[in-house]
C-alpha cells in the first residue's frame, strides 16, 4: 500500500540552499525513495517572483515522489501541518554589521516562525535549523514553541561532520564511505571541535583507528581541525557564495538518518539540547555524536576525552553560552 505523503517545510526556499534542497527532497533523498512528499515553500515577499519560478521548475521536473508544492509568503500557511521543517531562512550577517545585530534580526525571524510551527505544525514536527547562527536560531526556536519536544528541535552539524570525513578520505586516499565516526563537538561556528579520536576507517584488513593510519598527531591536532572550522569561509572565498550543495545534501543526511536511523556501529553529529552529557552546558543546543533509531536521537556515552580535547569542547560550550545570553538580551 501507498504511505501517506509527508509534508516538509523548507524556509528560504528561494535561495541558494533552498534551490538545492528542494529536488533533493522531492527526488526522495532525504525521507527515501518511496516516500511520497508534499513540498511547503516558504520565503519573504520579495522572493515571491522567485519563489514561483523554483515551484514552477519542480512541476517541471515531473518528480514521481512529489504530490503537491505549496510556494507561499505566509508563515501561517506555510507550517501548516507540516511533519519536517528545514529552517534555511534567516538574516544573513552583511558587512559592517556587529554580532548583536545579526542576533537580534534573527531572534525576531526565529521567534514568529516558532510560533507559526507552534500552533499549525503537526504535533510531533521535528526541526532542523540550517540558518546562522544555527545552533541559537534553534534554542530560539525552542523556547517559543514549548509544546514541540525539545528532543524535535535540532540544528545542522552534519555539514562540518561530512566535511571532517571529505578531509580524512582524501588525506588516506580512501573512500569517503569506508570513513566513520568523527565527531562535531559544539558549535556551529569556528570554535567547534572537530574530533577524530574515535573514528575508523575500513581497510581490506579490518577497522584501523583513524589516528593510527593518518600517522601525523600535528597535522590532525592543527591543520585538519582549522580546515574543517574555515571550510565554508574557503568555499565564500572560492565561489563568492556561500556553501549551498553541501549544505542541502547534509540537511538530508541528517533528517534521513533522524527518521530512518544510523547504521549499526555508526553514529553522526547533530546539534541537540544538551543535558550536560560530557560537561558541555546544559539547555544550549550542542553538537554531539548521536545514533538514531526510530526516529528518536540518542547522545553516543562513555567516550574517552582526552585533555586537548577537554579544553576545545569547553571553548565551544563557552561560546554557545554567550550566544544564548546575546540572544536573550535581545528579546527583552
Not at 525513495?33 to 515553500?41: E, N, S
Not at 510556494?71 to 556587529?98: H, I, L, Q, W
Amino acid at each position: 500500500m501507498a504511505k501517506e505523503p509527508v509534508r516538509v517545510l523548507v524556509t528560504g526556499a528561494a535561495g541558494q540552499i533552498g534551490y538545492a534542497l528542494v529536488p533533493m527532497i522531492a527526488r526522495g533523498v532525504m525521507l527515501g525513495a518511496d516516500q511520497p512528499v508534499i513540498l511547503h515553500m516558504l520565503d519573504i515577499p520579495p522572493a515571491a517572483e522567485a519563489l514561483n519560478g523554483v515551484k514552477m521548475e519542480l512541476v517541471d521536473a515531473a518528480f514521481p515522489l512529489l504530490k503537491g508544492v505549496v510556494a507561499t509568503t505566509d508563515v501561517v500557511e506555510a507550517c501548516t501541518g507540516v511533519n519536517v521543517a528545514v529552517m534555511v531562512g534567516g538574516f544573513p550577517r552583511k558587512e559592517g554589521m556587529e554580532r548583536k545585530d545579526v542576533m537580534s534580526k534573527n531572534v525576531s525571524i526565529y521567534k514568529s516562525q516558532a510560533f507559526a510551527l507552534e500552533q499549525h505544525a503537526a504535533p510531533n514536527c521535528k526541526v532542523l535549523v540550517v540558518a546562522n547562527p544555527a545552533n541559537t536560531n534553534a534554542l530560539i526556536l525552542k523556547e517559543f514553541a514549548p509544546s514541540i519536544p525539545a528532543k524535535n528541535i535540532t540544528c545542522l552539524t552534519r555539514l562540518d561532520h561530512n566535511r571532517a570525513l571529505g578531509q580524512i578520505s582524501e588525506k588516506l586516499n580512501v573512500q569517503v564511505s569506508d570513513v566513520k565516526n568523527v565527531i562535531i563537538w559544539g558549535n556551529h561556528s569556528s570554535s567547534q571541535y572537530p574530533d577524530v579520536n574515535h573514528a575508523t576507517v575500513m581497510t581490506p584488513s579490518g577497522e584501523k583507528p583513524v589516528r593510527k593510519l593518518v600517522k601525523d598527531d600535528a597535522w590532525l591536532n592543527g591543520e585538519f581541525i582549522t580546515t574543517v572550522q574555515q571550510r565554508g569561509a574557503a568555499i565564500i572565498k572560492a565561489r563568492k557564495l556561500s556553501s549551498a550543495l553541501s549544505a542541502a545534501s547534509a540537511a538530508c543526511d541528517h533528517i534521513r538518518d533522524w527518521v530512518l536511523g544510523t547504521p549499526e556501529g555508526t553514529w553522526v553529529s547533530m546539534g541537540v539540547y544538551s543535558d550536560g552529557s560530557y560537561n558541555a552546558p546544559a539547555g544550549v543546543i550542542y553538537s554531539f555524536p548521536v545514533t538514531c533509531k526510530n526516529g528518536e536521537w540518542t547522545i553516543v556515552q562513555g567516550l574517552a576525552i582526552d585533555e586537548f580535547s577537554r579544553k576545545k569542547l569547553d571553548l565551544t560550550g563557552q561560546e554557545l553560552t554567550e550566544e544564548k545570553e546575546l540572544a536573550y538580551s535581545c528579546l527583552s
